[in-house]
């Protein structure tokens, strides 16, 4: 195994060590995660290295332009990649997530990524030559290293504040992109929850349950928690119990 894979997979590891938490959160959103967004379309989004990036078909947009899409689409196929085990961030659909979040409860981030990823391009085209989606793979990881680090920052690239403030963010999002309920827009097809083994959302456990669950042998739902008349959608909205994207 090379270095760089060794690399990829340790960091893989780290990035879903916490995310079990986050996951059963999302059984009762808070504002920090909701969104006034519908849940995500059947079908997860195909997989693609960077280079083919811009022959995939281009969804509708809210919020995101074009090139910051194409980016935050390149960036989080690195930050939760598809590999060996299963699925990542690019067919859970965080960017979809994302997107229609700084519409509603990410709103107060929307300046941030504008700015964050004015100097993101600026500091891909100083020190590797061409945008991110251009870049190969390791170069890819190198910049993004830089970034978390906070390296990228006073290399004339104009983050505001330090890059790694712009690296957690968008890692922050990216993970509830692909681990939170897909009432909010991402983890298309469950596929977040099926990475880390959450079985899904259930509002009685039994005790044969309860031992499935302690073995990690229980069979996954797949139903959100606004299956469950229990839950109110109004509470996943954006504050007023507005929904501008419907059900």
Known sequence: ???DEQTRIISRRDLLRGVG??????????????????IAPAGAAEAVQPAATSAVRREAYENLTAVEADALEA?????????ANGPGATEARAVHYIDRALGGALSSSRQAYSAGFAAFDRY?????GASFVELSTTD????????????????????SGSSAQFFGMVLNHTRQGTFGDPYYGGNANYVGWDLIGYPGVRTSVSAADQQLMEKGALKPNHRSAYDNEMFNKATAGNGHGEHQHGD
């Open 140 to 159: 890819q990881d190198s910049v993004l290293i830089d970034v978390e680090s906070g390296s990228a920052t006073g290399s004339g690239a104009g983050f």
């Open 21 to 38: 938490v986050a996951a059963v959160a999302a059984v009762a959103p808070s504002t920090s995660v909701a969104l006034d967004g519908a």
């Open 75 to 83: 960036i989080v196929a690195q930050l939760i990649p598809t590999d």
């Open 1 to 3: 195994m090379s270095s």
């Open 124 to 128: 891909c085209r100083m020190t590797r």
